[in-house]
Nanobody, 124 residues
Framework: QVQLVESGGGSVQPGGSLRLSCSAS????????MYWVRQAPGKGVEWVSA????????FYRDSVKGRFTMSRDSAENTMYLQMDSLKPEDTALYYC?????????????????WGQGTPVTVSA
């Protein structure tokens, strides 16, 4: 049974940092594209970052480039999202999600598996 569990969300002031973690079980990390996606209140799902199968390439949406860093530890079956210089527009529920193909998600159900989400709130 595949399970993804996110942690590390919270409330920070603009300019602050958070580190999200996603612990996975029941799957082999290197066999999937791995994503961080987010959903802001009243808005749709948008991808934030992604690591390709094998882990050789990491991609970021333009609005987080230079501020967010995605990584993974295949030995621990855990992936991370280091978020620095946070802005109010980063406020959202953040999910880790996996799929066997590259995609631009419309909904979480586009993925093969996803976690329960961890909330991030950025406000003064």
């Amino acid at each position: 049974q595949v399970q993804l569990v996110e942690s590390g969300g919270g409330s920070v002031q603009p300019g602050g940092s958070l580190r999200l973690s996603c612990s996975a079980s029941g799957l082999t990390f290197s066999s999937y594209w791995m994503y961080w996606v987010r959903q802001a209140p009243g808005k749709g799902v948008e991808w934030v970052s992604a690591i390709n199968i094998g882990g050789g390439n990491i991609f970021y949406r333009d609005s987080v480039k230079g501020r967010f860093t995605m990584s993974r530890d295949s030995a621990e079956n855990t992936m991370y999202l280091q978020m620095d210089s946070l802005k109010p527009e980063d406020t959202a529920l953040y999910y880790c999600a996996i799929t066997d193909r590259i995609l631009v998600p419309s909904t979480l159900s586009d993925f093969d598996y996803w976690g329960q989400g961890t909330p991030v709130t950025v406000s003064a």
